[in-house]
């Protein structure tokens, strides 16, 4: 490995443009770019190396104390990383909503990292402060469809703001909360507001006993996070149960009043415009009668499904996002930019001033600084993808994109349905669903059988959906994820199912078949489906 000079002499050579377009460095960027370019078309999975394998690669705690050259560190790099990294480009890769990107993102990245903007200030971010700006504004005129003089108010206002851009859905959820918390508690005559006198002295002046955040057990993980970064606490996160993957509207108006008889404050409701096991959509427009009534905040987590309303097919699945205070939607998810893209937007341009923050060397009184209204202090110009993306795929771009994943989904269904080895759990609302492996006669046998008899069959499909789901993944050609769902066919018990996000437009119908395929020959392999397939003795096993 070389060894580079240390001298600050060297040093500035780092930091200066080089001359040639055939420099070293171009020459250098030339062969990384071939690099990702080759490891994109390949398998999920590139090198059998296990975990501990790589991790030895990463094994030593010491900063090297000489400098190296670019040349050998992207080498090293090419070998203990790219070879190893995990393919999301891959059409068989339909395990997570982290999916391939559009290969304009790659010269869109240098350009955003050859600017390094940081979104905080102004003084940084002339040009970028503007354009978050404006996302945000499009992104709100998507939810919320105000008219154009509204937002020609609001748009580039001092005083106002139509969103905060972030680093992804948990960031926004976050956001969306905070703001919450602080407009419920905010200043009143005697008291200066949970901002500045904290949340004990909040609950003391309101008279709150305990104060919660509702929504169904499907509510994605970072809303305990959120809660608990908030002093709320995760023993006030209130999940209620939803054996039909949606959160009932009646189930949540009886809770919520009784959570609120009991001299408690439920602070919001939360509805998810598809979830990130199911993909189901809550029936958001009820909910935000519910909140109304109940006199709480109203947030839908729609990071995944949000992109669903540039589809005119299926945007009435999240009918009444639009009575929702606040709203987080992801980029890095449907819409295909790079991570590092989430939003929270605001009903009301008011609302983000109750977390509105000055300093006296940036963000000072009257500023559009970006950073005075963000949890995020810097911040870099992923807004930038989003405005790209925006305009590269117009609504109708993304509308197609959209239909043609849910329609994959559901081509994926009937495939599941129409197949003796396989079981559809949850049909998708979206493009999202969860199935599982089970010989046919198992599942007849399974319906009728007693409780106990049920849940010592089902936890046998269980080990087995382990197994495939893992062998398969090893097997590096494809993955499919898993998780635990309870299942009103099933007593309400929770069972292992696979999990699929359509997400890559270049997965075809053959590649789900063969995924399929796969699934069921590593499944007939194990001892399991051996062991269960035998009918007379199903109800002994
Ligand atoms: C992905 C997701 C989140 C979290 O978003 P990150 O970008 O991973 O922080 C929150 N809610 C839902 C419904 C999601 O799908």
Same mark, same amino acid.
């Given at each position: 490995m070389g060894e580079a000079q240390v001298s600050l002499e060297h040093l500035f050579r780092v930091f200066t443009k080089p001359e040639h377009k055939d420099s070293k460095l171009a020459q250098i960027e030339q062969h990384l770019s071939d690099n990702i370019l080759d490891f994109l078309s390949q398998h999920v999975v590139t090198k059998k190396t296990s975990l501990e394998e790589i991790e030895q690669d990463f094994s030593d705690a010491l900063v090297p104390e000489s400098p190296e050259f670019v040349s050998s560190h992207a080498e090293s790099l090419l070998n203990k990383l790219v070879a190893h990294s995990v393919n999301t480009y891959s059409p068989t890769f339909i395990g997570h909503m982290t999916s391939a990107l559009p290969y304009f993102h790659l010269p869109l990245a240098k350009l955003l990292v050859g600017l390094n903007q940081n979104l905080v200030k102004i003084e940084t971010s002339k040009a970028f402060t503007p354009l978050e700006r404006q996302v945000l504004g499009m992104m709100h005129n998507l939810v919320y469809g105000q008219d154009e003089n509204w937002y020609q108010q609001y748009l580039h206002s001092a005083r106002h703001a139509l969103g905060a851009f972030c680093s992804g859905g948990t960031v926004a959820n976050i956001t969306a909360l905070w703001v919450a918390r602080n407009k419920l508690l905010g200043p009143q005559k005697g008291f200066a507001g949970v901002a500045k006198a904290g949340l004990a002295a909040a609950y003391r002046h309101y008279g709150i006993n305990n104060m919660g955040v509702m929504c169904s057990k499907r509510g994605h993980y970072s809303l305990s996070k959120a809660v608990d970064v908030l002093g709320i606490g995760r023993?006030?996160?209130? @999940?209620?149960?939803?054996?039909? *993957?949606?959160?009932? /509207?009646?189930? =949540?108006?009886?809770?919520?009043? &009784?959570?609120?008889?009991?001299?408690?404050?439920?602070?919001?409701?939360?509805?998810?415009?598809?979830?990130?096991?199911?993909?189901?959509?809550?029936?958001?427009?009820?909910?935000?009668?519910?909140?109304?009534?109940?006199?709480?905040?109203?947030?839908?987590?729609?990071?995944?499904?949000?992109?669903?309303?540039?589809?005119?097919?299926?945007?009435?699945?999240?009918?009444?996002?639009?009575?929702?205070?606040?709203? @987080?939607?992801?980029?890095?998810? *449907?819409?295909?930019? /790079?991570?590092? =893209?989430?939003?929270?937007?605001? &009903?009301?341009?008011?609302?983000?001033?109750?977390?509105r923050h000055h300093a006296q060397y940036i963000l000072r009184q009257g500023s559009k600084d970006l950073g005075a209204t963000t949890l995020e202090g810097s911040r870099n110009g992923m807004a930038m993808m989003v405005y790209a993306s925006l305009h590269i795929f117009g609504r109708r771009g993304y509308e197609l994109l959209i239909d043609q994943s849910i329609s994959k989904a559901k081509a994926f269904a009937s495939m599941i349905d129409a197949h003796p080895d396989f079981e559809l759990i949850t049909a998708p609302t979206l493009s999202l669903l969860t199935y599982r492996v089970c010989p046919e006669n198992v599942r007849q046998v399974i319906k009728t059988?007693?409780?106990?008899?049920?849940?010592?069959?089902?936890?046998?499909?269980?080990?087995?959906?382990?197994?495939?789901?893992?062998?398969?993944?090893?097997?590096?050609?494809?993955?499919?994820?898993?998780?635990?769902?309870?299942?009103?066919?099933?007593?309400?018990?929770?069972?292992?199912?696979?999990?699929?996000?359509?997400?890559?437009?270049?997965?075809?119908?053959?590649?789900?078949?063969?995924?399929?395929?796969?699934?069921?020959?590593?499944?007939?392999?194990r001892h399991a489906w051996k062991e269960l397939s035998k009918s007379e003795d199903l109800l002994t096993v």
């Open positions: 023993d006030n996160l209130i @999940t209620l149960p939803c054996p039909l *993957q949606t959160l009932s /509207p009646e189930l =949540a108006l009886a809770e919520g009043k &009784r959570y609120q008889e009991e001299g408690n404050r439920l602070l919001a409701l939360v509805g998810v415009g598809g979830t990130t096991e199911t993909g189901h959509v809550d029936p958001l427009d009820e909910l935000a009668d519910v909140a109304r009534e109940l006199g709480c905040w109203f947030h839908v987590d729609a990071a995944w499904g949000g992109a669903t309303l540039f589809s005119k097919t299926h945007r009435a699945h999240l009918k009444g996002i639009e009575r929702a205070d606040s709203v @987080t939607i992801d980029a890095h998810k *449907q819409m295909y930019v /790079p991570m590092g =893209a989430g939003m929270a937007l605001f &009903r009301n341009p008011q609302d983000a001033n109750t977390v059988a007693n409780p106990e008899t049920r849940a010592r069959l089902n936890n046998k499909v269980d080990g087995l959906v382990v197994n495939v789901q893992k062998l398969q993944r090893e097997a590096g050609k494809s993955f499919v994820s898993r998780t635990r769902l309870e299942s009103p066919d099933y007593d309400g018990r929770s069972i292992t199912v696979f999990r699929v996000v359509l997400a890559n437009p270049l997965t075809t119908e053959q590649d789900l078949a063969n995924i399929l395929d796969e699934q069921s020959r590593i499944a007939r392999d």
